[in-house]
Every structure is written in C-alpha cells, then in structure tokens.
C-alpha cells in the first residue's frame, strides 16, 4: 500500500533519477574502496562447515528432513532444492539450523531462484542471523521483533516509490517493529536496488560479516559464472549475538511467486595468522556421551541381528565372508581381460572395414582395365591429354588409398604388439587359461591375414605400371534439355495466358458490381 501520492510527476522524476545517479556514484566508491582494502589486506582462513549447510544433490532424506535443519511452514524440501514458498497467495516458509552457531567471523552463500508469471511479485526472501529461532512470523515468512540481523530480497515494492526489488539489511535487537509500510527503509543499514526475480541462472549472494563488518555481493543470474559477484552494500560497525540460527524465510501476499533456495554453504573465518580450533574441540561433551550411546546401542542391533542371521542359516557358519566378495587382484585381473576383449572386438570391426576397403578397390581397378581394354584402340589423339590428366587423378587418390592402407596395417601391427604384451604378462602372473590364449592367437591369424592381403594389393600397384597409364572411360554427350525457340515460345504463350486471365477476373469483377 502507498502512503504518499506525487502530486508533481516531472519534479519527483527528476528527483528519482537524481537520487539513483548519487547511488549508483556512491556505490561504486565504495565497490572500488572495499576492493582496494580486501587487495591490500590478507585474506582469512575460510572452512566449510557443513553442520549448517545444504545443497544438492540428495539435499532431504527419504523422510523428507533435512540433515542439520528443521523446516516449517510451507517449505518443500526435495533432492535438489527447498522450495520456501510455492506459488500460491498467502503462503510462508522457513528453514532454520538446528543447533546454534558460535562463529566470531564467518561468511554464507545463498544460491536461490525468484520466479513468477507476472511483472511484479511478493513478498520476498529474507536470510537471517538471529539469537533465537523465528520459525514462524510476518516478516517474510518469520518472526517479527528478532535479536540479530536479516538481509531480506524485497520484491514487492509496499511504499509505491518505484524503489523496489531491493536487497535490504535491516538490524534489530528484540525491540524493533518491522516497518512493512516503507519496505523497511526508515530502518535499512543498508540497501542497493537488484532484479532478481526471473533471471536465466540461479541469483547468488554472499553476506560476509569479518571484524564487526557486514558485507553482500550479488551475482545477478545473467551469467553462470559462480563467483562473477558484485558490490551491493557494507555496513560497519555491526553488533550482532555471539552465538546464533541461520535461516532463510520467504512469503507471498496478493502476488505470488515461487521462492527456491538451491543451497545454503556457511564458511567460518579466520584471522591471517590464528590457527582454527580442531573440529574435536567444537563438540560438546554431552553430545559426544550421546553419539558414543547411539553408537554402542547400533553395535549391539549388529550384533544380535547376526546371531539370529546365523541361527536361521545354519550352513552359513563358518564360511569366510572374503569368499563372497571379490578380491582386489581378482577384480584387476577381470578388468585387464575385459580391456582386451574391447580391443578384440575394435580390431574385428576395424579389420571388416578394411576388407570393405579392398573389395571397393579391387571394383574400381577392374572396372578400369575393363574400359582401357575396351576403347584402348579406338582412343583419339585429341582426347589423350585429357585422358592422362583425369587418369593422373585417379592414381593420386589410388596412391592415397594405398598410403591409408599401410597406416592401418601399420597401427595393427602395433596393436598386435601390445595384445602380444598383454597376454604375456598375463600369463606371467600366471592368471592365464587356454580360452584366454586360443582367443590372443586367433587375433593374430586375422591380423596376419589382413597384412598378407595388403601387402599382395602394394605388390600388385608397384609391378603393374600399365596400369597407371589407364584411360577413364569417356562419358556420352548430355542432350540439351531446352532449345531456345521453345524457351521463347513458352514464355510467348505463358504471357498471353496470363493477360487473358487478368481481362477475364476485370470483367467479372465488374458484372458483380452491378448487382450492388
């Protein structure tokens, strides 16, 4: 809902556009002073901490949970995304991290998509940090009145004021009213004008809060590049709990669009120099006792399921169970064999072409001595030079044949070369059978036999040089279509057909007219 209307359209433009030109100055001096300060300064230490974080693929459990994270409302987790909200009016959801955050430094990356039909949409997506869990509420989808920060991706602009989808960052301490009236703005620490509804990749954001300072870059979704990331705003000086949830919360009103969330990665930072503490030391010692409890109580399930497993299979017992599996030479060894019976199969196939190869080449010089015999006698001697050079021609692309045919014949020999390695090394560990070596010795008759037959088709170029000397035979004259007088008189008649029909359509036309 507005709550002011301009009575001066030209003066409030003129104003808005003034307004936005000092933004866009003032943000990019601000882009150019943070580049130059994270340049001149070391950057920290930064670790995964995937106890609050999710992502695809297998993001929910067959239970429909997320691991490390609760979800309420209308939040639809699936394998690759947690859809916040759907589509629909009135909708909100929320998922939020089940055990508290304790970070001094730390550094989060959103993944989402904010789709929708229409031009406009609502309400938006907001990130939080905040002391106590707002599973439920009216501000995005979460509770009002939060100790901590939130970063929220307004979409639907409330105060008419034509500043909006905005990315906004609003702090509270527990005793703050969120002002929907103004989208917020008379409570921002900080805010930048972005589209991210309806883009063509996934909108990434990354809020960075290191030394008391709070940053957000954007990657607006025009280009897949994961870390092509831009200056939004930095807020400093920002006091927020020590220890903390994260969650992301996300509503629809009037409007509605569709708020997924393709991954959530929280990273924990840590100051150039200071070494991170161990992982061991960041678990409670209750909730070690308790995994150590669950871990012995599994251990006994284990236990007594196999005593009732060997009581109901009795002639199971005493059977090694490496019997069942196989070994790790057994599996190379079955590996090597199968590699080989895919070379054998490649030299068939290959050997088949060649032979294909060869018939055609045989046809073609058949064929040849065929027409040289033929019309060898009767050739003119105005016809001899271009005889000599289609025939010239075709012994070049012969010669090329040929040349291909030596290539394969020589890259068989290779491959016999290696299959002949390959099987004495197997039979040197001595995993050999006498299948698995009639199989190596019919490959090497095949290939002995394609090389025979392609050292006779080279003999048998080089000795007969006649051969070379061979006429194309001639091809007859190509009777001429379409004279000239019968081109004319065709076009003649087409014309005087066409200029009678045209008279014929007039007349017609105008007989109708009469009865108008």
């Not at 064999?337 to 290959?350: A, D, M, P, S, T």
């Amino acid at each position: 809902m507005a709550v002011s209307i301009a009575k001066r359209p030209a003066a409030n433009a003129c104003i808005v556009l003034l307004t936005f030109s000092v933004t866009l100055l003032f943000g990019r001096c601000d882009a150019d002073a943070a580049t130059g300060a994270s340049a001149s300064e070391e950057a920290p230490h930064r670790r995964f901490e995937y106890k609050y974080s999710f992502k695809g693929p297998h993001l929910s459990q067959p239970d429909g949970s997320i691991p490390f994270w609760v979800h309420t409302g209308n939040a639809i987790p699936s394998a690759d995304q947690v859809r916040i909200t759907p589509s629909l009016r009135s909708q909100r959801g929320s998922v939020w991290t089940k055990n508290t955050v304790g970070f001094e430094h730390w550094e989060a990356e959103v993944t989402f998509r904010v789709s929708g039909r229409g031009r406009m949409g609502a309400d938006g997506l907001a990130v939080w940090f905040t002391a106590s869990q707002g599973l439920d509420g009216p501000v995005y989808g979460a509770a009002d009145k939060w100790n901590g920060v939130g970063v929220f991706f307004d979409s639907f602009d409330n105060d008419g004021k034509k500043n909006n989808p905005a990315i906004i960052v609003v702090g509270n301490n527990g005793n703050l009213v969120y002002d929907h009236q103004n989208d917020g703005t008379t409570q921002a620490l900080g805010t930048c004008l972005r589209d991210f509804r309806n883009k063509p990749y996934p909108v990434r954001a990354k809020i960075t809060y290191y030394k008391k300072t709070l940053t957000v870059m954007i990657n607006n979704g025009f280009t897949p590049d994961k870390d092509d990331y831009e200056f939004c705003t930095k807020v400093d000086n920002m006091i927020i709990p020590k220890e903390g949830f994260f969650g992301i919360s996300a509503a629809t009103g009037g409007l509605a669009d569709d708020h997924d969330v393709l991954s959530f990665l929280l990273f924990r930072l840590t100051e150039p120099g200071q070494q991170p503490p161990p992982p061991e030391a960041e678990i409670p010692r209750e909730e070690k006792d308790k995994y150590q409890e669950e871990f012995e109580n599994f251990q006994q399930e284990l236990d007594k399921k196999k005593e009732e497993f060997q009581k109901e299979h009795p002639d199971v017992q005493g059977e090694p169970i490496e019997d069942l599996f196989e070994s790790v030479n057994d599996r190379e060894i079955r590996q090597v064999f199968e590699g080989q019976n895919r070379i054998h199969l490649e030299i068939k196939q290959l050997h088949r072409q060649l032979a294909m190869i060869l018939d055609e080449q045989r046809r073609y010089v058949s064929v040849i001595t065929d027409e040289v015999a033929k019309k060898g006698t009767h050739a003119e001697s105005g016809q001899q030079d271009t005889g000599s050079s289609q025939l010239s021609a075709v012994i070049a692309h012969q010669q090329e044949v040929l040349r291909n045919l030596n290539d394969l014949k020589n890259s068989f020999h290779d491959s016999l070369k290696q299959i002949g390695s390959a099987q004495h090394q197997g039979s040197a560990v001595g995993m050999g059978t006498y299948e698995t070596v009639q199989h190596f010795n019919d490959i090497k008759e095949h290939l002995h036999l394609v090389k025979r037959d392609v050292e006779h088709l080279v003999q048998r170029s080089a000795q007969n040089p006649a051969e070379k000397v061979m006429k194309c035979p001639e091809l007859p004259p190509m009777p001429s279509c379409l004279s000239t007088v019968h081109f004319a008189v065709f076009v003649v008649v087409q014309s005087v057909l066409f200029f009678c029909y045209i008279m014929y359509k007039s007349q017609q036309e105008a007989a109708a007219k009469k009865f108008f």
